[in-house]
């Protein structure tokens, strides 16, 4: 292929961004200077890499191809330092980690334990919603991701490596709080508060609902696990959520878990990527820590929980 690495980088931005002046600013070029690499790359390949429809800028079939090369191209040359310190023995470079905010309680500790590990990785870490999740794993944002209800709708290889409990909550004064063997429809006669749309514990607590036919009274519905925990404390209703985010609050009291029949859901945290993804060196060695026996991680997230509670208690 006649092709310059230069112009393949401009086309790479071009094709990120669908934008001529966005991919300009980006690569430090003027518009037109851009436009002449594109046009030399087209000329030199005889194919048209892209087209216009209004105002709108398109990838040809060519253009998709090539793309994909690049993305390829480009990841190994990000990759080829990691590569080159890894046959040294060492590991260096940027680690990007996206985890769901149910999962924030333990992900920087597990990064904390690998960075003594290999303290010359840069971590790059996001804590966002499980809809932002899946839309970086479309993106194909990060190295790994860490999640709870992983997608079905898409090749996802994962590795399972936590247990994430499911569990129901109440204020101590509650009806329900000192009840034993609660049927899952009486959770039904009283008001719930659900977490958003999109919640990996809600699908999870939904697919439950569905499967036994059962219709909740939703009192409210609120974004994140911390906001919940302060209603089910002011006694708005119960709710459903992973235990490791209630941990301090049931062992101070201030919150119980209901003791529901077929409760709590036995869920699991996992890494996640695309199937067909190339792991850098560093994503590689962060799948390997996890896993491994020796390094014990369901331990390493535990004692970091009773660390929690007994610093803050």
């Known amino acids: 292929m006649r092709a310059t690495l230069h112009q393949l980088n401009v086309f790479r931005q071009v094709a990120i961004s669908m934008n001529y002046t966005k991919a300009a600013d980006k690569l430090g070029l003027s518009q037109p200077a851009v436009s002449i690499q594109l046009k030399q790359l087209e000329n030199n390949l005889d194919l048209f890499l892209f087209e216009k429809i209004g105002k709108t800028l398109f990838l040809t079939p060519a253009g998709k191809e090539l793309n994909k090369f690049c993305e390829q191209l480009f990841v190994n040359f990000e990759n080829i330092d990691m590569t ?3 046959l040294k023995g060492e590991l260096a470079g940027d680690f990007h980690l996206s985890a769901v905010t149910s999962a924030k309680y333990f992900t920087p500790h597990l990064l904390g334990a690998f960075h003594k590990r290999y303290p010359k990785v840069n971590f790059h870490l996001d804590i966002v919603n499980r809809e932002q999740i899946i839309q970086r794993l479309h993106e194909n944002k990060d190295d790994l991701v860490i999640m709870g209800l992983v997608p079905e709708s898409m090749a996802l290889a994962k590795y399972d490596f936590v247990d994430n409990p499911i569990v129901l909550i109440a204020n101590p004064q509650h009806p329900l709080s ?3 063997n609660i049927k899952l429809a009486e959770i039904a006669d ?4 659900h977490r958003e749309q999109g919640s990996g514990t809600r699908k999870a607590f939904e697919q439950v609902l569905k ?3 059962i219709q909740l009274k939703v009192n409210m519905t609120l974004g994140n696990s911390e906001t919940i925990k302060q209603a089910v404390m002011a006694d708005l209703g119960v709710s459903v959520v992973s235990r490791h985010s209630v941990t301090l609050e049931l062992a101070t009291g201030v919150l119980v878990e209901l003791d529901v029949e ?5 869920k699991s945290w996992s890494l996640v990527h695309h199937d067909s993804k190339h792991l ?3 994503a590689k060695a962060f799948v390997d820590f996890v896993l491994s026996p020796e390094e014990n991680v369901p331990a390493l997230c535990n004692r970091f929980l009773a660390h929690h509670f007994v610093k803050k208690s």
């Open 84 to 86: 080159l310190s890894a």
């Open 190 to 193: 009283h008001a719930f508060i």
């Open 178 to 180: 000192k009840k034993k």
């Open 280 to 282: 850098s060196p560093i």
């Open 262 to 266: 077929d409760f709590p859901l036995q």
């Open 211 to 213: 499967a036994s036919n």
